[in-house]
């Protein structure tokens, strides 16, 4: 590789020429630098390495300030090799060439450095600072897959990093997660944070690398699972366990750019709630303010008259509000006056396409910015007028040339080495403050940028300005999978695209017949995506004429399928705070053994049950559309049986079928054993409570669902106020075991019914429930055995 080729570190410099066993590790003097070794867990590795001496300080910003530390482990030599061993790992340490490797107990291979150049630094000039480059570099055997690294919304490659490479730079309509999982059982985080690059396809794709145009030492985490699950747990345990959002977050957001004044914020209320369209979020976005510049924190009175009764309409419609506030200021505003004045500001400015202006943004690595920002938002915006949610834009920071990124000083450093992390740490100073200020109302932030750790901040990531286009939408797929591969559990994108680059404004014509069906087709995507969210230019509300009838129908049917299956989701999202879970489940999570998963780009699980397979082609719209067929290719994994969702017949696994894809239907099948509760038709989360569900059990192999329910929202769930029970089928004996609950909170459920209903063919399928069920059955919270024989 060409970078390989400026590093000037001698390898035979590199050799080590003692080590000790620490509190935290083991520890090593090289001929030239230090390597320390910390083991976590038996199963959590860091690696530190310089060639600068001592190894510097570091306040990780991604991982928790509490450290783990393993106190059982040995260490002992074998030829030329240091062996540190855990109760689950084998490490093994070259003494020449310091490659450390990854074993099991029984000495099977996880993970190798490469031989040579494994761990490198040099010196290097970039945007004319004076810096090291760095460099890690590991074996990759041609059998293993790669994912995660992040969102990256115009990416159009291969789903598996395998075999090819990707930038980690952070920019407008470019994303950057330094972590990715491995098909042969492990993880990797690294903690820079300056821009970097991704290589895998070195030495005939048998190796990749991971260099960072920045740093004074490598910092990497290995994690072993060898399930998906279990590293993102480890992952999730050093940097922070994901918050539970209210139940709201999980319906319908209805947003677009933009309302621009009072009366249509409420109008799109109305319209939804007189024709019963299920909606739960409308959206206030940008430009409030103007004419006055951005940063000014006001809802401008000639467009919001009263925006505190505005909200208050919105909730007493059982409807939350969502408005975007950005980390830039116009000149001429007291905000942008007192930050400047504290020095809370920093010399990186956003092009203003609209104003024509330069406007700043604060220094969101400065804990002392995070708090002036957050105040000044806080009394003039979210707690003055009652809003449940925050749109954290433009928090990359988008400017025109990323090298005045790396020339600024923010409060932590140069920006060469913050290049990525501005999302992370605005979206940090954002939930502490909310949670200590605003303590009995669940927050929820949607932001345009994610880095690693950014999951314990309530974050979603939303993958930007993407064009409405089958290109972009068929992008995005994958694009949401590796995401949420890279510990980030909620995502989610502008359904149907943010604007046109081919009509006036931006405004697509959605009542077009190819605007229509790729809306349709991404509002499918949409309804299992970990959040439910419209939005862009042009008018695309579901109850808007710009829908033909049998596209408003289709619509209905996904908007309220999605929410007959919220008591699935929101126990899914408690199984994300309480065990680190993953909702949007790369196929490598279930069925990593299957190989033939490992470059599928468009299907994913969706949760234990769902596998989902969006139509990303456009099959009716142009001008041969009645000579293409409407279907699509999708493949079972094997070790387990299918039921088709929309017929309940049953298929076996390990095929490739050609499914039906008619305009209304996405093609959508359920694991055999899966048990899916479904809840009743409603026009918001939390209008009915659950007293009447159905459970469809999926019959040919044993199966288990955990029911959560909690207050909705509060965090008294974090004091204990939540309760769980759960579905255990035995397949053989044909028998539903119903656990007794175990906890309880205030307004709980004593009693409910559950309606039983065994899938098969033409039984139990569909959004709608069965006329007729197999057994009907009452719960009053003490354990029970439903016989279905």
Not at 705 to 720: I, P
Request: glycine share 6%; net charge positive; proline share 5%.
């Amino acid at each position: 590789m060409i970078f390989l080729l400026l590093l000037s570190i001698n390898i035979s410099k590199a050799q080590i020429k003692s080590y000790a066993k620490t509190s935290f590790g083991v520890s090593f003097i090289l001929e030239a630098g230090k390597m320390n070794i910390y083991l976590l867990k038996d199963d959590i590795v860091e690696v530190k390495y310089t060639s600068l001496g001592n190894l510097p300080e570091k306040k990780s910003l991604v991982v928790l300030p509490v450290r783990l530390h393993l106190e059982n482990y040995t260490v002992t030599e074998s030829g030329n090799q240091i062996v540190i061993a855990t109760a689950k790992l084998k490490i093994k340490i070259d003494r020449a060439t310091q490659a450390i490797t990854y074993s099991d107990l029984q000495g099977k291979i996880i993970l190798a450095e490469a031989d040579k150049n494994n761990k490198l630094m040099a010196d290097t000039t970039v945007a004319g600072i004076k810096t090291y480059k760095c460099a890690t570099s590991f074996k990759s055997p041609k059998d293993e897959a790669l994912f995660g690294l992040g969102c990256h919304p115009l990416d159009s490659l291969s789903i598996n990093y395998k075999g090819r490479n990707q930038d980690m730079a952070i920019k407008y309509l470019t994303g950057a997660i330094p972590v990715m999982l491995s098909t042969r059982g492990y993880g990797l985080l690294w903690d820079n944070y300056a821009e970097s690059k991704f290589f895998g396809s070195e030495a005939g794709n048998t190796q990749f690398s991971y260099v960072s145009e920045s740093g004074k030492m490598i910092d990497y985490y290995f994690f072993y699972g060898p399930s998906f699950d279990r590293i993102i747990d480890g992952y999730r345990m050093i940097t922070g366990k994901a918050p539970m959002y209210p139940k709201w977050a999980f319906g319908l957001f209805q947003s677009q750019d933009r309302y621009k004044k009072q009366d249509e914020v409420i109008s799109v209320k109305d319209n939804y709630r007189k024709n019963h369209i299920p909606v739960d979020v409308i959206v206030q976005d940008w430009y409030y303010w103007y004419p006055l510049p951005i940063g000014s924190h006001v809802m401008i009175p000639s467009g919001y008259s009263n925006p505190k009764r505005m909200v208050d309409e919105l909730h007493k419609a059982n409807i939350h509000g969502m408005i975007s506030i950005w980390p830039c200021f116009g000149t001429g505003t007291n905000n942008f006056d007192a930050l400047k004045a504290a020095g809370n500001l920093t010399d990186i400015t956003w092009d203003n396409f609209t104003t024509h202006t330069r406007d700043t943004y604060y220094d969101a690595h400065s804990p002392k910015a995070r708090e002036m920002y957050w105040q000044q938002a806080r009394d003039s915006l979210v707690k003055r007028f009652g809003w449940d949610g925050w749109w954290v834009d433009q928090c990359e920071p988008d400017t025109e040339d990323p090298n005045d990124r790396k020339k600024s000083m923010f409060a932590t450093g140069q920006g060469i080495d913050y290049f990525n992390s501005y999302s992370l740490v605005h979206t940090t100073g954002i939930y502490e403050k909310w949670r200590r200020d605003i303590p009995k109302k669940r927050i929820y932030l949607l932001a345009r940028q994610a880095f690693a750790g950014q999951q314990r901040n309530a974050a979603t990531l939303w993958s930007s300005d993407i064009t409405t286009t089958f290109a972009s939408y068929k992008n995005q797929v994958p694009q949401a999978i590796n995401a949420c591969v890279s510990g980030i559990p909620y995502w989610t994108s502008d359904i149907g695209g943010y604007l046109s680059r081919v009509s006036p404004e931006g405004v697509p014509d959605w009542s077009k017949p190819d605007f229509r069906e790729l809306f349709t087709r991404w509002f499918q995507f949409g309804t299992f995506s970990p959040i439910f969210r419209i939005h862009g230019k042009g008018e695309r509300a579901l109850f808007s004429n710009n829908w033909d009838a049998p596209t408003k129908a289709i619509l209905l049917k996904y908007d309220n399928l999605r929410y007959r299956l919220l008591p699935y989701i929101y126990s899914l999202s408690a199984k994300v705070t309480t065990g680190n879970y993953t909702i949007m489940r790369s196929l490598a999570f279930d069925f990593r053994s299957d190989p033939a998963v490992y470059s599928i780009p468009d299907q994913y699980m969706f949760g234990p049950a769902f596998l989902v397979n969006p139509v990303t082609a456009q099959l009716y719209s142009l001008p041969d559309a009645d000579k293409l067929a409407k279907a699509r290719s999708v493949y079972l994994p094997k070790t387990t049986g299918w039921y088709d969702f929309w017929t309940g017949k049953k298929l076996d696994g390990g095929q490739t079928i050609t499914a039906s894809a008619p305009i209304e239907t996405m093609p959508l099948y359920i694991r055999a054993g899966s048990i899916v509760p479904m809840g009743p038709l409603m026009e918001y989360a939390t209008e009915k409570p659950a007293d009447k569900m159905e459970l469809r059990i999926y019959p040919g192999a044993d199966g288990t669902f955990t029911l959560y329910e909690d207050a909705n929202d509060t965090y008294n769930y974090e004091k204990g106020e939540s309760a769980t029970f759960s579905f255990n089928w035995n397949d053989k004996k044909k028998e539903l075991f119903i656990s007794a609950r175990k906890g309880s909170f205030p307004g709980m459920l004593q009693s409910r019914t559950f309606n039983i209903v065994i899938v098969q063919e033409n039984k139990g399928t569909g959004v709608d429930a069965p006329v007729k069920f197999d057994k009907t059955v009452q719960y009053d919270g003490k354990a029970i055995t439903v016989k279905m024989l």
